[in-house]
């Protein structure tokens, strides 16, 4: 009975060197599993899988994040990836080890981050902080943009993007010394591109688009076209005269406007308001007429007459010789530019943008006498005077026979 007892003993012996030759050995940077055996305030006990020995998980190593409560993070029984960060015991049966879940996580998320880096891919993380100088970026491993490369614009105000997640370009990568350089620009720079180019092949000369007002200039206005700005020449803005365009449009203001010229090589777009707008002339013979009476000032004097603005846009010359019953040599002599006119309209001729006006045919032709000069006698109508021409003559010839 002894001698069975005996054989038994020897046999567990034999188990247990047998499962203790069996369990592998742990080494520092080797990638295990841990059974979650027990959580504590600030930290784990595992049960390293197939070693026979436990580890120990800070609560640090669990999470990048700060957290209160443990049990947010890991379940017991649960079966975690780990890494061996060190030996923190000597035999082999009751040694102990520190473990990292966090750390494994990030090895496998910058050995991602690299492969899309050689392959040119994008990344995407969320912005979790605003500092001085960029953007502190989560992909699972800290990422930094710098203020230079968050937007094609300047941007004053960072903390519009904390929260956000958004897309990356790697710019910088090394995992030794946790240097990852982001930059959000170079995406923008790339889609705005290929947006601005399927824009100018979409457009066309002549076309009547619409487009809302990005900035204003002293030289025109440039219209955002959804990817390619247009530019508004300042003479393009109206018929009538404008000194600055901000007297007219403002920026975010929608406008129709009419595609002049397009030069996709420049990414130029030429663009005209007063095209899409009616002319001043269109209508000119329902407001104007013959022999209207009209008043407007005098915007030019030439040597030959005044041009009077009647209209925005629409002016009526008065002839030197409708200007007064008197002779005016130049019409300097009795008007000035800006001064204001009253004027008879003599012609309307729409087709040929031409009024003719008249001061003088608002004016009583002056009274003509009969003046006797020595011999010379002035001529004066019948109708002006009352007498007839013997009458006068008689009198004259009466008295000098007397």
């Known amino acids: 009975m002894s001698e069975i007892k005996e054989n038994q003993i020897d046999q567990d012996e034999a188990v247990m060197l047998d499962a203790l030759e069996s369990f592998k050995d742990v080494e520092v940077g080797d990638i295990v599993q841990g059974e979650v055996l027990v959580l504590e305030d600030k930290q784990a006990i595992v049960s390293i899988l197939g070693t026979g020995v436990e580890g120990v998980i800070p609560v640090k190593e669990l999470t990048a994040f700060p957290t209160e409560d443990i049990s947010s993070l890991v379940k017991i029984g649960e079966i975690l990836d780990l890494?061996?960060?060190?030996?923190?015991?000597?035999?082999?049966?009751?040694?102990?080890?520190?473990?990292?879940?966090?750390?494994?996580?990030?090895?496998?998320?910058?050995?991602?981050?690299?492969?899309?880096?050689?392959?040119?891919?994008?990344?995407?993380?969320?912005?979790?902080?605003?500092?001085?100088?960029?953007?502190?970026?989560?992909?699972?491993?800290?990422?930094?943009?710098?203020?230079?490369?968050?937007?094609?614009?300047?941007?004053?105000?960072?903390?519009?993007?904390?929260?956000q997640t958004l897309r990356f370009k790697v710019m910088e990568i090394e995992p030794s010394e946790n240097r990852l350089i982001l930059s959000r620009k170079v995406l923008l720079a790339k889609e705005q591109a290929a947006k601005k180019e399927e824009v100018l092949n979409s457009l066309v000369a002549g076309d009547i688009i619409k487009g809302k007002v990005a900035r204003l200039t002293d030289f025109g206005v440039f219209v955002d076209l959804g990817g390619v700005d247009g530019l508004v020449h300042i003479s393009e803005l109206s018929h009538s005269h404008v000194s600055k365009a901000s007297d007219v449009l403002e920026v975010g203001e929608e406008v129709e406007a009419k595609i002049l010229s397009i030069d996709p090589e420049k990414e130029r777009v030429s663009l005209s308001i007063k095209e899409t707008l009616a002319g001043p002339w269109d209508n000119v013979a329902e407001?104007?007429?013959?022999?209207?009476?009209?008043?407007?000032?005098?915007?030019?004097?030439?040597?030959?007459?005044?041009?009077?603005?009647?209209?925005?846009?629409?002016?009526?010359?008065?002839?030197?010789?409708?200007?007064?019953?008197?002779?005016?040599?130049?019409?300097?002599?009795?008007?000035?530019?800006?001064?204001?006119?009253?004027?008879?309209?003599?012609?309307?001729?729409?087709?040929?943008?031409?009024?003719?006006?008249?001061?003088?045919?608002?004016?009583?032709?002056?009274?003509?006498?009969?003046?006797?000069?020595?011999?010379?006698?002035?001529?004066?109508?019948?109708?002006?005077?009352?007498?007839?021409?013997?009458?006068?003559?008689?009198?004259?010839?009466?008295?000098?026979?007397?």
Do not use: C
């Not at 902080?129 to 105000?157: C, E, N, Y």
């Open 83 to 163: 890494v061996v960060i060190t030996s923190i015991g000597k035999d082999k049966e009751n040694g102990s080890y520190l473990l990292s879940k966090r750390r494994l996580e990030a090895k496998k998320i910058w050995e991602d981050v690299e492969a899309a880096f050689e392959a040119d891919e994008e990344v995407e993380g969320t912005v979790t902080d605003v500092v001085k100088g960029g953007l502190v970026v989560d992909l699972g491993v800290r990422g930094f943009v710098p203020a230079s490369m968050i937007d094609t614009h300047f941007v004053s105000d960072f903390s519009v993007y904390k929260g």
């Open 287 to 402: 407001t104007i007429g013959t022999d209207d009476v009209v008043t407007g000032a005098i915007k030019r004097l030439t040597s030959f007459g005044a041009f009077v603005e009647l209209q925005p846009g629409v002016e009526g010359l008065i002839h030197i010789s409708q200007i007064s019953h008197n002779h005016v040599v130049t019409p300097h002599e009795v008007l000035q530019e800006g001064q204001e006119v009253t004027a008879k309209v003599l012609e309307v001729n729409q087709p040929d943008r031409r009024i003719a006006l008249s001061i003088k045919a608002l004016e009583e032709k002056p009274q003509q006498e009969e003046v006797f000069q020595e011999d010379e006698v002035v001529d004066i109508p019948e109708e002006v005077t009352g007498f007839s021409l013997g009458d006068i003559l008689g009198d004259a010839l009466k008295s000098t026979e007397d």
